[in-house]
């Protein structure tokens, strides 16, 4: 049986097809963690500052070409809308976290138990490109983050998991690693 927990489930024990292992669907989309125990690691990816600043600039060009060709008024109403949009979709962007904690691996809103981990490594960023490219296997577990240079590669040892392994972004893959091993 797999071990991915669902939203008011214990444990999938069949799958469909809407339910692979390491996959998240409509009915796990919107999973909160448990806070039953602090976590050994906690990493929330947020993109760049920078990202930050230049959404803010384009929400003021684009605020003052409204008020350029059609009035202040106008351009007010612009940013005003404008500046909360970019803020969200900032921060939507930076809602991955991973984490280890209750025994589990929290990559995204999939976890995976630290018994069905056969091994563990890093992928540095020089490496990436091949691990998501030729080399990635269709049916690995992947969360890509394109701002966050290395990741962490788990290969999983459950038979009764199609998946191979876990791919995932992390500032700090030395970290998750270490957590892991514990």
């Given at each position: 049986s797999?071990r ?8 999938l024990?069949s799958?469909e097809p809407t339910q692979l292992?390491?996959r998240v669907?409509?009915?796990t ?7 039953a ?8 990816l947020?993109v ?6 230049v959404?803010?600039?384009i929400a003021?060009?684009l605020?003052?070409e409204?008020?350029r060709?059609?009035?202040r008024?106008?351009?007010l109403v612009?940013?005003v809308?404008?500046?909360?949009l970019v803020?969200w979709?900032l921060?939507?962007?930076s809602?991955f976290r991973v984490e280890?904690r ?7 809103q999939a976890?995976l ?7 563990s ?6 490496a ?7 080399q990635?296997?269709?049916?690995a577990?992947?969360?890509h983050?394109?701002w ?18 876990w791919?995932?972004?992390s ?7 270490a957590?892991?091993?514990?």
């Amino acid at each position: 049986s797999s071990r991915l927990t669902a939203i008011g489930e214990r444990s999938l024990t069949s799958y469909e097809p809407t339910q692979l292992p390491g996959r998240v669907d409509a009915h796990t989309a919107f999973r909160v963690p448990s806070v039953a125990q602090q976590p050994t690691y906690s990493e929330r990816l947020w993109v760049p500052l920078w990202w930050w600043l230049v959404g803010v600039g384009i929400a003021a060009l684009l605020a003052l070409e409204v008020d350029r060709g059609i009035g202040r008024t106008p351009a007010l109403v612009t940013l005003v809308v404008l500046i909360p949009l970019v803020a969200w979709v900032l921060l939507w962007l930076s809602r991955f976290r991973v984490e280890v904690r209750d025994n589990e691996l929290w990559a995204g809103q999939a976890h995976l138990p630290r018994e069905v981990i056969a091994r563990s490594a890093l992928v540095p960023k020089t490496a990436k490109s091949a691990a998501l490219g030729r080399q990635l296997d269709p049916a690995a577990y992947v969360q890509h983050r394109a701002w966050v240079g290395p990741m962490v590669l788990v290969v999983l040892d459950d038979p009764d998991d199609p998946t191979p392994y876990w791919l995932f972004s992390s500032r700090h893959p030395d970290r998750v690693l270490a957590a892991l091993a514990e």
